[in-house]
């Protein structure tokens, strides 16, 4: 493995668990990041000659606490944060010559601890979810930015203000009282699931950097629900994940291409998951206290009765969209009500309730043109439909995706699309 390839690696594996540990020590998330980003650009400049290390992580870890160690020595306020990485729970009395002193296995991994403590009540919470995807994920303003559909330079100083409120305001780094948990919970799923479809938008091997994403929600949410046995929503957000993961073998075919829901073939689902994920959901409707990730998960769970032979039940699962809907008004949820109601009631029907979202809304939201596209052409209006789908396919990220749209466009009269 190269240099470059194996440092790419290690970042995608190991950053977020590296910032947590850092600072756990240091109590500074700005200087843990600093000093890790020096360490990953050590990595670049020094393993194309010396070779990559045994432990590419635990190399890291040492790169990055000589950095903090270094920056403390100069500056005479730090002397506690230099102390504390001087003597840590790894025994270290200084740090270690190399990495082999450190196994790869020794880092702990507080990574939703740094999680509860981004969604602070300090904290802007508008900017927990943001603040929760870089430190966790190590993902840059732009990126965020892009999700959030804010300005690179704007998301960086808000993101540089979170961190700096941390340190300022003196913010343990410890999971909060039992009392407060619920209080911060919420942003922590919804990080969590954001995690998550990262990884699932990324089922295709887009951006390298979101591989793994999937599994390392789901391994999250399974902490939360033990941290929170009680909680409902931790519940409904690890079953709605089972739900989808418990079909990604079938979202695409052998070939790679994309093959919608209705279309995929159950026997591929996993009937262990599936099993699961109603198992937590019906523990979680016990408590009867509803949220967004229960009803999102009962979505799902409607949508696996063609597992056991049974029909789709749109109507349902229009129902439950609209419940979804007054709990989390978001355009996701809008789109996909009118996809149920044109199973349930028909594409003109459909087609009604994607007209009553704003315009400016939907300009650059590929699943509305990707709906919209299918009921005209379903009711026969071709001109109409071509544009949607181009509009959908010049939007779509996913090859897969363009070629199942393109597939689709060119079974209408005319002019085939430009590829």
């Not at 977020?16 to 980003?37: K, P």
């Not at 020595?73 to 082999?100: I, M, N």
């Not at 919608?260 to 599936?274: G, I, K, N, R, Y």
Request: aromatic share 6%; with cysteine; proline share 6%.
């Amino acid at each position: 493995m190269d240099a470059r390839r194996a440092a790419e690696l290690a970042a995608r594996n190991s950053y977020g668990r590296l910032v947590a540990y850092l600072v756990a020590q240091t109590r500074d998330l700005a200087a843990a990041e600093d000093a890790l980003g020096e360490a990953f650009l050590a990595a670049l400049n020094t393993w194309p000659d010396q070779g990559v290390p045994r432990s590419p992580e635990a190399w890291l870890l040492v790169t990055a606490r000589r950095k903090l160690i270094d920056t403390a020595r100069r500056s005479q306020t730090q002397e506690r944060v230099l102390t504390t990485l001087k003597t840590t729970d790894l025994g270290w009395s200084s740090p270690p010559a190399d990495e082999s002193a450190l196994g790869g296995d020794s880092v702990p991994d507080d990574r939703l601890k740094l999680l509860f403590i981004c969604a602070h009540p300090a904290i802007d919470g508008a900017m927990h979810t943001p603040l929760m995807l870089q430190t966790v994920l190590g993902l840059n303003a732009a990126q965020i930015g892009s999700a959030f559909l804010v300005a690179p330079a704007t998301m960086g100083q808000r993101l540089v203000r979170a961190k700096a409120k941390i340190r300022d305001a003196g913010i343990a780094f410890e999971l909060p009282e039992a009392e407060e948990l619920p209080v911060r919970l919420q942003a922590v799923l919804e990080a969590i699931y954001a995690v998550y479809t990262l990884g699932w938008d990324n089922g295709a091997g887009g951006d390298p950097r979101h591989q793994g994403l999937t599994d390392e929600a789901i391994w999250l949410a399974r902490l939360c629900v033990q941290l929170m046995p009680e909680e409902p929503e931790a519940k409904g957000l690890l079953a709605l994940m089972l739900f989808c993961e418990a079909r990604a073998q079938a979202r695409r075919t052998v070939a790679g291409a994309y093959v919608p829901l209705s279309e995929q073939d159950t026997a591929l689902w996993s009937q262990a998951l599936l099993r699961e994920a109603e198992r937590l959901l019906g523990q979680a409707a016990v408590v009867q206290h509803l949220g967004r990730f229960q009803l999102e998960a009962a979505i799902q769970s409607a949508h696996m009765q063609r597992a056991d032979g049974r029909a789709t039940d749109w109507e349902a699962i229009a129902l439950l969209y609209a419940g979804l809907l007054r709990i989390a008004p978001t355009l996701g949820a809008r789109v996909s009500q009118a996809s149920a109601i044109a199973e349930a009631h028909g594409p003109a029907a459909s087609l009604q309730a994607l007209e009553k979202i704003p315009a400016a809304a939907v300009n650059t939201y590929q699943p509305y043109w990707a709906l919209k596209a299918h009921l005209l052409q379903t009711l026969n209006q071709p001109a109409a439909a071509k544009d949607a789908y181009q509009r959908a396919i010049g939007l779509s990220e996913d090859a897969a995706i363009r070629a199942f749209l393109l597939a689709r466009s060119r079974q209408l009269p005319g002019p085939p699309p430009p590829n």
